[in-house]
């Protein structure tokens, strides 16, 4: 399982939103509906958070954002 910053999970009734994601912690929010964004916000470890989240079911594919950097030469031509 991929976890992603900004993926929503519906679990039963109701729906779990990836807030911040580290390396060993999630911090997510538990709603009850997605129209009023009210909730609680919730920390727990990855192993936990994935516990919570086997039977659930991905409602949203958080967007990645890639970045396009042009290379600066080292040395500018005259």
């Not at 399982?1 to 911040?20: A, H, P, S, T």
């Not at 990855?46 to 042009?70: E, G, I, N, P, Y």
Request: hydrophobic share 35%; net charge positive.
């Amino acid at each position: 399982m991929k976890l992603c910053q900004g993926q929503i999970w519906k679990q039963g009734g109701e729906y779990l939103r990836i807030v911040r994601l580290t390396r060993t912690e999630v911090e997510y929010k538990s709603m009850t509906s997605l129209d009023t964004k009210d909730g609680k916000h919730i920390r727990a470890t990855k192993k936990a958070f994935c516990r919570l989240l086997k039977d659930a079911t991905l409602m949203q594919v958080a967007k990645a954002k890639s970045a396009v950097v042009d290379p600066v030469p080292a040395d500018p031509q005259p």
